[in-house]
């Protein structure tokens, strides 16, 4: 397998878009005749990305050159795969998409038109999903007669429910841009055309969070969540302390106590 990987990571530049943006770096899957379907380089060329982010970057946006987020997974890739290699396979998307949930930044996924299987698997890994109206979500994998292998399965059933997942995967049910806000998929819409610019938009803002907080919300956050409540409570103790510890939380609240700092205000 190791010659077919350096082999796929030698093609990476072309397979995704890489800018910058002030602190935001912007990371496109670009295969848009193929509708960005995620073939082997495509997910080795996102490990290198997110293996190497350099250090003034705040934040990363993800988005599909095109029309379209992600067809998921490459099918024209599956079918001489058998079970060993399935698995290899189906854990190498595993490492790469923990390497985007558990990046150094935080990491927002801009989406429109197809978000299909590996593509909303992919989305999940996010943390935080801005669509615009072309949006839309399927899980076609029973038509397919595969299941999801990209940690869809993990991630997915927390966001919008195990029994809405499951009637996606049996029924082929699609979701549109407008219901996936109440059920979890996104957590913001825009107009038409404006998934990227707003993605950039929160990009640019979080990047300006202390490190310190965007590294609790990324890495202690889901944790304490998942721990028994006694064992949570203990983490976030910790988690505060060393947060209210740092030199740049006291800073910002004696920027606060001195008015020279924003007020909390709906806009
Ligand atoms: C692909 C793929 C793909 C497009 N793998 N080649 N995903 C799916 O089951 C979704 C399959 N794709 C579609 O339903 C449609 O392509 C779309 C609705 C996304 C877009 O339709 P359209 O009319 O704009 O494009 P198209 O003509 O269907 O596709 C353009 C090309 O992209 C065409 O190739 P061409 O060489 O004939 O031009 C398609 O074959 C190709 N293409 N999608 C391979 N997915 C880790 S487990 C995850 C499991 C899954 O992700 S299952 C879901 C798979």
Not at 118 to 135: D, K, Q
Request: with cysteine; charged share 15%; hydrophobic share 45%.
């Amino acid at each position: 397998m190791g010659n077919a990987v350096s082999a796929a990571t030698a093609a990476s530049s072309a397979l995704l878009t890489i800018e910058q943006i002030g602190a935001v770096l912007t990371v496109g899957l670009n295969r848009p005749a193929k509708r960005n379907a995620l073939n082997d380089g495509i997910i080795l060329a996102i490990q290198d990305c997110f293996s190497s982010i350099p250090d003034d970057i705040g934040a990363v946006v993800m988005h599909g050159i095109g029309a379209h987020f992600s067809a998921g997974l490459d099918l024209s890739e599956l079918t001489e795969r058998d079970a060993t290699a399935g698995l290899i396979h189906s854990q190498m998307w595993h490492r790469v998409f923990d390497r985007i949930q558990y990046s150094r930044v935080p990491v927002i996924a801009a989406l429109r038109g197809a978000v299909i299987g590996g593509g909303l698997e992919l989305a999940c890994a996010a943390h935080i999903r801005v669509a615009e109206p072309s949006a839309y979500y399927a899980l076609p994998e029973g038509q397919r007669g595969i299941f999801v292998g990209g940690g869809g399965s993990v991630r997915l059933p927390r966001l919008i429910g195990v029994a809405r997942m499951a009637d996606m995967m049996l029924t082929g049910r699609i979701y549109s841009a407008v219901e996936g806000v109440p059920l979890g998929f996104s957590q913001y819409l825009t107009a038409d055309g404006g998934a990227f610019d707003k993605a950039v938009e929160l990009a640019a803002q979080v990047a300006k969070n202390a490190p310190l907080t965007n590294f609790a919300v990324l890495q202690a956050l889901p944790m304490i969540a998942e721990a028994n409540p006694q064992t949570g409570l203990l983490m976030e103790s910790l988690m505060a302390t060393v947060a209210q510890s740092d030199q740049e939380a006291k800073t910002r609240i004696r920027a606060f106590l001195d008015r020279k700092t924003a007020k909390v205000r709906p806009s």
